[in-house]
């Protein structure tokens, strides 16, 4: 191996820690930012991704991202329920307690885009299914009834989320699990 691929992969191991640290720009010392600049980017760069890293690596807010707690929380929701991931129950304390918003309401929520955008049920993954079935007792079948419900319905073309309110149960506070 090259020591330039070395410092390369040496690089992407700081940039690593860097990120699982929560390391703000300010606090990166100079020299390692001169080594390591290809690998760091700019100051700019740096801060835009401290979030998006943080969520990919399933990290907690730390207080120095320059976003508030809300703000973060909201953001991994956003990105989970985007790639139709399972409940963040890492997060639930958090969630629950400063969005107001249960895995059943997030499940609910999901299901209700995944009908919104005529997505079949098959493409919501095994795990996250598994949860859906467990908290809302919709599996597969119940999914294609109420798919098929919220297209029969007039109002179907114009007032999609409307449609789907009507037509989809509840999230039912007894099905939630508050700790899991």
């Not at 640290?21 to 700019?42: A, D, E, F």
């Not at 309401?105 to 885009?113: F, H």
Request: proline share 6%; charged share 25%; glycine share 6%.
């Amino acid at each position: 191996m090259s020591s330039g691929s070395n410092s390369s992969g040496q690089g992407l191991k700081l940039v690593l820690d860097l990120v699982k640290k929560q390391t703000p720009w300010k606090n990166i010392p100079m020299k390692v930012r001169k080594k390591y600049s290809h690998q760091l980017g700019t100051e700019e760069k740096w801060e835009r991704l401290r979030i998006p890293w943080a969520l990919q690596l399933h990290l907690p807010h730390h207080g120095t991202m320059g976003v508030g707690k809300t703000s973060f929380y909201y953001r991994a929701l956003e990105a989970f329920s985007t790639k139709l991931m399972p409940f963040p129950y890492h997060y639930q304390y958090e969630v629950v307690g400063l969005l107001g918003i249960t895995a059943a309401k997030y499940y609910w929520d999901l299901i209700a885009g995944a009908l919104e955008h005529e997505r079949g049920f098959d493409e919501v993954p095994s795990f996250t299914a598994r949860d859906v079935v467990r908290l809302l007792s919709i599996d597969r079948n119940a999914y294609i009834q109420i798919a098929n419900r919220c297209k029969r319905d007039p109002n179907w073309a114009k007032k999609r989320k409307a449609v789907i309110k009507t037509h989809m149960p509840a999230p039912s506070p007894q099905g939630d699990v508050r700790a899991h």
